[in-house]
């Protein structure tokens, strides 16, 4: 389709998709550890941002930990509609 959202929900579920893949593939034999900028927060879930249930239903799923040293977001855009914060 060409609407942006949609696009972007289903490039996020393929990203997902792709770490689901590896986490099982090596989480037997190996200790995965995932970072990087996923565009999403494992924090108190933002009503407008859809990869944040995403991002956090993946974790609870694969059982995976993290540690959150911050308990709250690190970055405002400027115009006030978006945040997030640095895992």
Not at 6 to 34: A, P, W
């Amino acid at each position: 389709t060409n609407n942006p959202s949609v696009n972007s929900h289903l490039e996020y579920s393929e990203c997902l998709d792709t770490l689901h893949d590896i986490v099982l593939k090596y989480r037997q034999s190996h200790n995965v550890i995932i970072c990087g900028d996923f565009n999403g927060t494992l924090l108190e879930a933002r009503a407008y941002n859809k990869h944040d249930r995403l991002l956090q239903t993946f974790v609870n799923e694969h059982n995976l930990t993290y540690n959150h040293v911050l308990k709250d977001h690190t970055f405002r855009h400027h115009s006030g509609q978006s945040s997030s914060q640095i895992d």
